[in-house]
């Protein structure tokens, strides 16, 4: 049962698909609900794979990039971006003032601006994924971004407080140890490894940079390396097969 909950709670902050309606952070299960950030991660990413296998027969390449690219943001709620506009908008300014612009539930320009540009690079890279017939690689690439959350939440430290500071309070290494298992057996079976360690390279970088800046990491910090994982580890695959 608290398996479940801990499942359906990590579904639920992860995607506004409603097969679930645990919403509340009862004790004791926080640290299992992270250890699913991956697992959801591969389950979206299934989700935007099977549809467009089930439409490439009956819509050109471009239009259903756009479709997946659209349907990938829908089905996350746009939190990851969200987190990503916030932290744009915190480098901005100085590291006294970050943490408070980053609190601000409105989008500053450069978070904006920012954001509309890697929007952009990560739609040609759906396009191109599709080109090259990659776009079965995507449970992977939301996979590996989520566990890069999931990590950062373990081994750096929160500056925040409120459900953050919960879930780290309650994430044990026994939940980290079993969410790098079955991510990489997940990456092994699609001949992927190379993707986890890329992914791992990113979260090392981020929570490096931000460590130093903030001391430390947030919620909206995660959402920017679960954004940043994504769009780097696409174009990994573009250049990959370009090249």
């Known amino acids: 049962m608290k398996l479940f909950k801990a499942f359906a709670l ?34 979206l990413g299934s989700v935007l794979w099977a549809t467009h296998t089930l439409l490439n027969p009956y819509l050109p390449s471009i239009h259903l990039s756009v479709l997946i690219f659209s349907l990938w943001i829908l089905i996350s709620g746009a939190l990851h971006l969200d ?32 954001t509309v540009v890697f929007l952009a690079l990560k739609l040609s890279s759906i396009i191109y994924l599709g080109i090259y017939n990659l776009i ?3 449970p992977i690439v939301l996979m590996l971004s989520r566990l890069n959350a999931t990590l950062a939440i373990y081994f750096y430290k929160y500056i925040s407080s409120g459900v953050g500071a919960l879930i780290k309070k309650e994430l044990k290494i026994v939940h980290i140890l079993f969410a790098l298992l079955y991510t990489l057996a997940i990456a092994f079976y699609f001949n992927s490894l190379v993707l986890f360690i890329l992914s791992s390279f990113v979260l090392v970088l981020c929570a490096h940079f931000f460590t130093r800046r903030l001391s430390g990491l947030n919620g ?14 696409l174009n990994y695959l573009i250049i990959l097969h370009f090249s």
């Open 10 to 43: 990590a579904f639920n902050m992860m995607s506004i698909i409603p097969f679930f309606k645990v919403h509340n952070f009862y004790k004791g299960i926080n640290g299992y609900s992270a250890m699913f950030y991956p697992l959801i991660g591969f389950i």
């Open 136 to 138: 079965y690689l995507l």
């Open 220 to 233: 909206d910090i995660y959402g920017f390396i679960i954004e940043l994982t994504e769009l780097l580890l």
């Open 83 to 114: 987190g990503f506009s916030d932290t744009v908008d915190g480098l901005f300014v100085s590291k006294e003032k970050s943490l408070q612009v980053m609190k601000d539930s409105h989008v500053g320009g450069m978070g904006m601006s920012f």
